[in-house]
């Protein structure tokens, strides 16, 4: 049985295929049409699965879509209606929008998928699941237990905004929902939005900047913003949020709270939004912990899954696991909506099919994450030589080798190897790297290669049996979606004076023996790298280890700001070529930036929309 999982026309439009309840392919549509966050309908990621298949679009015996558009349209007029008069504008912008193209989104997906099967029967083949329906499927099916309580949390999807799910063997049973205007996903964007970032895009930043601040806000938000209950539900004082009718996420009466306008986007960060973030970040970790206690203490259950785009915040995460409250903590790697492509196929699979179930305990069902498209090698010197590029051939092991020592000699390295990963995280796939004992590497990463904001930390990928000798988990996060501490021996205290510092003034103190991955609170969001998913992955670190004596390496995404994470050779390539990456490894072909071609050197930074 095959089943096509499709999330489109909000944010990260993603397809993900099921065969016989095994998850084969999955991929976001940015990936292909270099468009950040792509909403469109995912044709391209849609060929990419029913190709690496091998199989046609007659194949297919149903097609799952990730949620009701129909109760999305009720939700915005009942909504409007509700406010009315107030957001009028908002209303007439948006209603002949939901009428042309959401209220008729069936119409629409079946004309899309004319285009394969003129003759498919879309009327009993074309399923629609809920939003957070979808949400819970990607984050029980997928994982390794038998049982477990699966919290869902994000900005909204038709109503619900938070909602808790048990799943037992093939069965997932809804069991309790908050309901939108009410949502701590959006709480969380109308920070973002007046910190200056992009909603749907830079609440990561806001997590990031947060340890540069203090929480000076937090009461603040719990007195007048959020009605936080013992069990973490909770009602937001709408009086400050202009989300619900307005075009924007706060108002004027948020503003006077917090001592002024909306910082704008690029401006100078001051000490404000610094405070801001970590009052935010702080008030979410109590109702994530709040949530998670009231979860483990009502239903008993050990094991606990997270999805929802909220589930994305690592240093919650962190926080849900150290409480120890379950045995088990598992997160769907692509948490927000992209996910929510390969959750409506398997609950078309388990939950409309009735189809059996099986887990092993030990390795959950997507694959490390690596389910995306990749190269031959022979394709790839076709690839490279067709765009240019001057490149050596090495074996395998001469590959490592030299991909190592170029790591030790603290070069940037592009490293692109396998399938390309699904989710926002690159794992070891499409990722830069760098050594992180260096302490001018993050700095010489954020600015001179991904053109980002300096104070933006990178993670550390770590093998997995020496991940206690450095962080303070025991637990396998091989998604980089737990953040723990940098274990005491490995941190270097810093100097009164260091510590009179205020900000991101902070930035360039050492605070460890691998500070290039040791955030200012000495935090890390850690992937554990597993020779089961990533055997390459594993012996490039195995091989850097047995040089320096350091089993741990600087991560981030193979992309400059505001660009998608690269998929193809040549995507690589130029993203080499238009940042001063120095050393890129494209399977077995090993670039060196000093020998190509000058003329082929891009003013890259500025291709892409800032995120």
Same mark, same amino acid.
């Given at each position: 049985m095959r089943i096509l999982g499709i999330s489109a026309f909000y944010h990260d439009s993603a397809a993900a295929l099921l065969v016989d309840g095994k998850l084969v392919a999955a991929a976001q549509e940015e990936r292909f049409t270099r468009k950040k966050h792509d909403a469109g309908f995912p044709q391209q990621a849609i060929d990419f699965c029913l190709q690496h298949a091998g199989i046609d679009f007659r194949d297919v015996d149903f097609v799952a879509f990730y949620d009701k558009p129909f109760l999305k349209?009720?939700?915005?007029? =009942?909504?409007?209606?509700?406010?009315?008069?107030?957001?009028?504008?908002?209303?007439?912008?948006?209603?002949?929008?939901?009428?042309?193209?959401?209220?008729? @989104?069936?119409?629409?997906?079946?004309?899309?998928?004319?285009?394969?099967?003129?003759?498919?029967?879309?009327?009993?083949?074309?399923?629609?699941?809920? +939003?957070? @329906?979808? +949400?819970?499927?990607?984050?029980?099916?997928?994982?390794?237990?038998?049982?477990?309580?699966?919290?869902?949390?994000?900005?909204?999807?038709?109503?619900?905004?938070?909602?808790?799910?048990?799943g037992e063997g093939s069965e997932l049973r809804m069991v309790r929902e908050l309901h939108f205007p009410h949502s701590l996903g959006l709480l969380y964007s109308a920070f973002t939005y007046y910190t200056g970032f992009k909603v749907n895009s830079g609440e990561y930043k806001v997590m990031g900047l947060a340890p540069y601040g203090e929480p000076r806000f937090k009461a603040m938000i719990l007195d007048k913003l959020v009605d936080l209950k013992d069990d973490g539900s909770f009602r937001l004082n709408l009086e400050y949020f202009d989300y619900c009718t307005g075009l924007r996420m706060t108002n004027e009466k948020f503003d006077a709270l917090f001592g002024g306008k909306p910082r704008k986007a690029e401006e100078r960060l001051t000490q404000r939004e610094m405070d801001l973030a970590a009052s935010i970040q702080a008030v979410t970790e109590e109702i994530v912990l709040r949530l998670a206690r009231s979860v483990a203490k009502e239903n008993g259950v050990k094991n606990l899954c997270l999805a929802g785009g909220v589930a994305l915040n690592c240093v919650a995460n962190g926080k849900v696991l150290r409480e120890k409250l379950f045995d088990n903590i598992w997160v769907q790697p692509a948490a927000g909506d992209a996910g929510g492509a390969v959750g409506a196929a398997f609950a078309a699979y388990h939950g409309f099919c009735r189809q059996p179930r099986t887990v092993n305990g030990h390795l959950d069902g997507m694959d490390g994450s690596y389910l995306g498209p990749q190269y031959t090698q022979s394709d790839i010197e076709t690839r490279l030589t067709a765009a240019g590029a001057k490149f050596d051939v090495l074996s395998y092991e001469g590959m490592i080798d030299a991909t190592a020592q170029a790591l030790a000699d603290e070069k940037a390295v592009g490293w692109f190897q396998g399938r390309m990963e699904f989710g926002p995280r690159a794992l070891g796939g499409r990722s830069i790297l760098g050594d992180p004992r260096s302490p001018s590497m993050q700095k010489t990463l954020n600015l001179k290669v991904k053109y980002?904001?300096?104070?933006?930390?990178? &993670?550390?990928?770590?093998?997995?049996?020496?991940?206690?000798?450095?962080?303070? /988990?025991?637990?396998?996060?091989?998604?980089?979606?737990?953040? %723990?501490?940098?274990?005491?021996?490995?941190?270097?205290?810093?100097?009164?004076?260091?510590?009179?510092?205020?900000?991101?003034?902070?930035?360039?103190?050492?605070?460890?023996?691998?500070?290039?991955?040791?955030?200012?609170?000495?935090? &890390?969001?850690? @992937?554990?790298?597993?020779?089961?998913?990533?055997? %390459?992955?594993?012996?490039? /670190?195995?091989?850097?280890?047995?040089?320096?004596?350091?089993?741990?390496?600087?991560?981030?995404?193979?992309?400059?700001?505001?660009?998608?994470?690269?998929?193809?050779?040549?995507?690589?390539?130029?993203?080499?070529?238009?940042? =001063?990456?120095?050393?890129?490894?494209?399977?077995?072909?090993?670039?060196?930036?000093?020998?190509?071609?000058?003329?082929?050197?891009?003013?890259?930074?500025?291709?892409?929309?800032?995120d």
């Open positions: 349209f009720e939700r915005l007029l =009942e909504t409007y209606l509700a406010f009315a008069p107030r957001g009028f504008t908002s209303f007439r912008m948006a209603i002949p929008v939901w009428l042309k193209e959401k209220l008729l @989104q069936k119409t629409l997906l079946r004309d899309e998928f004319k285009r394969w099967v003129p003759d498919f029967d879309w009327h009993n083949k074309l399923l629609f699941g809920e +939003h957070h @329906q979808s +949400h819970a499927a990607s984050a029980f099916f997928p994982s390794p237990f038998e049982k477990a309580a699966v919290l869902t949390m994000d900005g909204v999807g038709e109503w619900a905004t938070t909602s808790l799910a048990i980002r904001e300096s104070f933006r930390p990178f &993670a550390p990928s770590v093998l997995r049996e020496d991940v206690t000798d450095w962080f303070e /988990i025991e637990a396998d996060s091989p998604y980089m979606l737990m953040v %723990a501490p940098v274990v005491e021996r490995r941190r270097r205290a810093m100097t009164a004076d260091e510590q009179a510092l205020f900000g991101i003034e902070k930035l360039n103190v050492p605070r460890s023996d691998i500070p290039a991955v040791t955030h200012v609170d000495y935090s &890390a969001r850690i @992937q554990t790298v597993h020779r089961e998913t990533n055997p %390459a992955y594993y012996d490039l /670190i195995s091989a850097f280890k047995a040089r320096t004596g350091c089993p741990v390496i600087v991560n981030t995404s193979f992309n400059v700001r505001g660009e998608p994470i690269v998929c193809t050779p040549e995507d690589a390539f130029r993203c080499f070529m238009g940042s =001063e990456i120095e050393v890129l490894v494209v399977g077995n072909c090993v670039l060196r930036k000093d020998v190509q071609d000058p003329s082929l050197k891009r003013d890259y930074k500025d291709t892409f929309e800032l």
